[in-house]
């Protein structure tokens, strides 16, 4: 497994300084959030692609991309925005396939009230993942479904919710959150990896504090981490572990060389556990 990133916790910063800071912490490859402002507000300028594309191949082993889901949901009350979503996940596709992107991340649906979804709203859902896998498949692009945070009108944050999604799409796949599989428990996470490991191709690492996902697992090291990495590797996993810090949980005034600290840390505390988890793997 490889050390990645999540270009999210360098949210200010542009995509130079972004590879900059990365390669300043030894971080091998990088997912991209779509949604990063510098390039987000030229997106569809083929310079800022080109551009984009130039320094991932330049700085990075290989990307992965995550798709735009601020102000979006493929199972929204209202249909303009679920035309959106399915319009703004299809731009993601072709922005991956420009990149040669080895995966791209979308996020289930969730109702738009506080509320559990119905069964009018995870039609809606299906039906995006019915366009948005065609759509892909033509253009030989990777769709992964992440396990959300366990909230009431979140879909897909049980193992049960998202092997029922995709035992209907044979070519979707999933991006394994383990601090949102975690804040329900380690037992949750360790389902996710036995009853889908096979349909897992990206994984997002970090820490729980207080209930709350992504803080650093360097500095929340939740106990567990190690034999979810174990399980990982012994189901067959060898992709990306992609670091996923929220840096508004720490300070929001860090420095560039707070946060290329905090990454070196980070993944060393991920590097010790891999190696911890292959103890493990010899102990079962």
């Known amino acids: 497994m490889e050390i990645s990133c999540s270009s999210l916790f360098l949210w200010d910063y542009g995509i130079d300084e972004i590879a900059e800071i990365l390669g300043q912490a030894g971080i091998e490859n990088i997912e991209f959030w779509a949604e990063t402002p510098e390039f987000w507000q030229h997106r569809h300028e083929a310079k800022a692609v080109e551009h984009l ?64 979804p119905s069964q009018e709203d995870m039609e809606w859902f299906l039906d995006y993942i019915t366009v948005c896998t065609g759509y892909a498949r033509e253009m030989g692009v990777v769709l992964a479904l992440e396990n959300l945070s366990p909230r009431l009108q979140n879909m897909c944050y049980e193992p049960s919710l998202m092997r029922d999604v995709l035992a209907k799409y044979p070519d979707l796949m999933m991006t394994f959150d383990i601090a949102h599989a975690l804040q329900t428990g380690q037992d949750n996470a360790l389902d996710f990896i036995s009853e889908l490991g096979s349909r897992i191709v990206n994984v997002h690492v970090g820490g729980v504090q207080n209930g709350t996902p992504h803080y650093p697992g360097h500095m929340a090291r939740n106990p567990g981490i190690s034999e979810i990495l174990g399980r990982l590797q012994k189901s067959g996993y060898d992709n990306d572990l992609t670091i996923e810090i929220d ?38």
């Open 53 to 116: 594309d130039d320094v991932i191949s330049t700085f990075f082993g290989h990307c992965t991309v995550h798709a735009p889901i601020l102000d979006l949901n493929p199972s929204s009350y209202n249909e303009h925005v679920r035309k959106a979503t399915i319009k703004e996940t299809f731009w993601a596709i072709d922005l991956s396939s420009k990149l040669d992107a080895h995966v791209l991340t979308i996020h289930p649906g969730n109702r738009t009230v506080h509320r559990q």
């Open 247 to 284: 840096d508004k949980l720490i300070n929001q005034d860090m420095s560039k060389f707070d946060k290329i600290s905090i990454l070196i840390k980070e993944k060393e505390y991920f590097i010790q556990d891999m190696r911890l988890s292959e103890k493990y793997l010899k102990n079962v």
